[in-house]
């Protein structure tokens, strides 16, 4: 089984500052991690996610974010944030291919509030 | 291609009666899932299917609710005798079969409130 951590339940943040939205996950597989953005009663948009590869993954709207496997954490960032990245930011974590690989384990989210 | 329709946006129900919620995956997705959203909680887990057949229903409650999923038209997740409890976000995701992970496509959710 699979848990989700997002450490922070609400990051304030001037505009054009930099972000970082920490994630940690614990399972006793290799996983497959996703961060996913929602904005005001609107549906989750993928913004990135890791498979394999390179630790290192970037996202829509100028997201990255990097694996760490030993210390278990996906942590999200971003070098200069904007109004419109005002919105709640979900790590979630799925197993690898097997008959339920699509079943997500939602962290419970990070608001983040971007103020001029 | 449209994306992952979800309908109704809106549902209000009494306490006592039946709440459908409907799910059109994408073209070419075969694979629906089905997750609640409490008020500031994150997305839970609720079911799992493809055409004709639920693969897991782990996260469903046990009494009251059920999905399906048939061989034509929209999944459908029925709430019986809706609760309070109930009001949430419903959202249903559509992907790809296994062999492809390219991770999901989220509608835009039924936020149902039960008054």
Redesign the interface.
Same mark, same amino acid.
């Given at each position: 089984a699979q848990s989700v951590t997002q450490l922070d339940s609400q990051v304030p943040v001037f505009e054009e500052a930099p972000v970082e939205l920490r994630c940690n996950y614990s399972s006793s597989v290799s996983v497959?991690l996703?961060w996913?953005v929602q904005y005001p009663? %609107?549906?989750?948009?993928?913004l990135l996610?890791y498979?394999s590869g390179s630790t290192l993954v970037k996202g829509i709207n100028g997201f990255e974010a990097e694996f760490n496997k030993s210390q278990t954490s996906f942590h999200l960032r971003k070098p200069s944030v904007h109004i419109s990245d005002t919105a709640e930011y979900?790590c979630a974590v799925s197993p690898?291919?097997?008959?339920?690989?699509?079943?997500? %384990?939602?962290?419970?989210?990070t608001q983040v509030v971007v103020t001029p | 291609n449209a994306g992952v329709m979800q309908n109704p946006r809106h549902l209000v129900r009494r306490r006592g009666q039946e709440a459908r919620l409907r799910c059109s995956p994408m073209k070419g997705h075969s694979h629906v899932y089905w997750y609640r959203q409490l008020p500031e909680e994150g997305l839970k887990f609720m079911v799992y299917l493809q055409k004709e057949n639920i693969i897991d229903e782990s996260g469903m409650p046990k009494e009251r609710f059920s999905a399906e999923f048939p061989k034509e038209g929209p999944s459908i997740l029925r709430i019986q005798q809706v609760v309070r409890g109930d009001s949430a976000a419903y959202f249903c995701a559509s992907s790809p079969p296994w062999e492809n992970p390219n991770g999901y496509t989220f509608g835009s959710g039924t936020r149902l409130t039960v008054v």
């Open positions: 497959y996703f996913y009663n %609107q549906g989750l948009q993928l996610k498979l979900f690898p291919l097997t008959d339920s690989w699509g079943k997500l %384990q939602f962290g419970a989210g | -």
